[in-house]
């Protein structure tokens, strides 16, 4: 027979340490598990990994008792498995939280365990895996196959793509942002590029005609040479544009969308360290010398830039002279003034800026294509790899057949 001490030690054995059972349990550990099931590896073959088929029953019953819960997810459980499609699971939510994880409430296949051996059945997931980028992170060529089966198989002679809800998904668009700010686009480089769409992609009847009716601003050293074909232009951002560099860098993001490109001369890749919405000091002062540069700095990369282009050209046999440069700026101080005189004591014969354009009613509304249009017509391009407008003009760059030593990034 036990004394009252050997008890006591074995009920505090048997139950832990004493808790205040009026709080929820700690999940910690249970949570933990569920968020390391083995199908969550994407390089896991058909029918996990990657190229999984996942089914999530969004239009279960919630906030009920277990038990009409349970019925109704084990028979979603079994529709899944007989499409042979990963069931996703959730967390047991009643009319007030905290939400209990479903693997405290049953085990099996339902929440993530296995088939029996020789089961070609997909297993399934946690509803947190399913939200995590990881799992979206499809790359372009799948997720334009996916929409492009969708469409094809819909019965509907109309169709309209709406978005969700924002509480479900913050970029609901069909080629998000999380695509077009990662090298996953780049897989469409090629079918889009060489598409009709991009192919046929023309300038505006309104747009030429108000870059025509500049050509003066760019003929000013040459009246008898094709201006562009001598032609720098530059996009440079100023003024608030000190945030937006900020933002870049605490989230840690590479180039945009075609600006990823290997075979462009300039990269930039992501340096280790901060996390998701903030980033260190030294990280901070590396984006910032790229995204928004010192007149020093960008002085040199004009200098570079063009150096670089001239030599490859001569390397081939030709000659060419880049003595004009256009300037595209958010900036209309004082300090453009000062710009313009550096860059003429530079020994360019032309220095045109935006704001020296003469626009009309429908060219002013127009402006930022005006712009791109001046570019793309350009020898030399330099612009920031974060911003769309600098992958949009490469695009049509590269369409025209350009070389990529023509293109660069601070």
């Not at 896991?44 to 919630?62: M, N, V, W």
């Amino acid at each position: 027979m036990m004394g009252p001490c050997v008890m006591m030690s074995a009920l505090v054995l048997f139950f832990g340490p004493q808790v205040d059972l009026s709080y929820p349990p700690d999940y910690t550990q249970l949570c933990l598990a569920e968020e390391n099931l083995p199908q969550y590896n994407l390089d896991l073959p058909f029918p996990e990994g990657r190229s999984s088929h996942y089914i999530k029953f969004t239009c279960a019953i919630q906030q009920l008792g277990w038990n009409n819960v349970l019925n109704e997810l084990l028979m979603n459980s079994f529709l899944a498995y007989k499409l042979n499609q990963a069931y996703i699971f959730s967390e047991y939510a009643y009319t007030w939280p905290p939400c209990t994880p479903l693997s405290a409430l049953i085990a099996g296949p339902t929440v993530g365990g296995s088939w029996l051996i020789g089961d070609p059945a997909p297993r399934a997931i946690s509803e947190q895996y399913f939200e995590l980028p990881a799992l979206t992170d499809l790359n372009s060529t799948e997720i334009f196959a996916a929409w492009q089966k969708i469409l094809i198989d819909a019965p509907q002679e109309c169709i309209e793509i709406q978005p969700a809800d924002r509480s479900e998904d913050g970029y609901p668009q069909v080629f998000d942002l999380w695509l077009w700010g990662s090298w996953r686009v780049l897989l469409l480089w090629d079918a889009f590029s060489k598409s009709p769409v991009s192919q046929l992609l023309h300038t505006s009847p309104i747009v030429e005609r108000m870059v025509n009716a500049n050509l003066d601003l760019f003929t000013a050293g040459h009246k008898d040479v094709n201006p562009f074909s001598q032609m720098l232009a530059l996009h440079l951002q100023r003024g608030n544009f000190k945030e937006a560099c900020l933002s870049l860098s605490n989230w840690n993001l590479m180039f945009y969308s075609w600006n990823l490109h290997e075979f462009l001369p300039d990269k930039f890749t992501p340096p280790a360290g901060g996390g998701w919405g903030y980033n260190m000091l030294e990280n901070k002062v590396l984006y910032m010398k790229h995204c928004l540069p010192s007149d020093e700095d960008v002085l040199k990369k004009i200098q570079d830039s063009r150096g670089d282009y001239l030599d490859t050209i001569m390397s081939q046999g030709l000659k060419e002279e880049i003595d004009d440069l256009y300037l595209l700026m958010n900036d209309d101080s004082e300090w453009l003034d000062e710009v313009k005189r550096i860059m003429k004591a530079d020994r360019w014969k032309v220095v045109a800026m935006s704001r020296d354009l003469k626009l009309d009613q429908e060219c002013k509304d127009v402006g930022m294509a005006v712009d791109m249009e001046i570019v793309r017509k350009a020898s030399v391009f330099i612009g920031n790899g974060w911003l769309s407008f600098t992958s949009n003009i490469l695009h049509r760059w590269l369409v025209d057949g350009k070389i990529p030593i023509s293109n660069h990034f601070y």
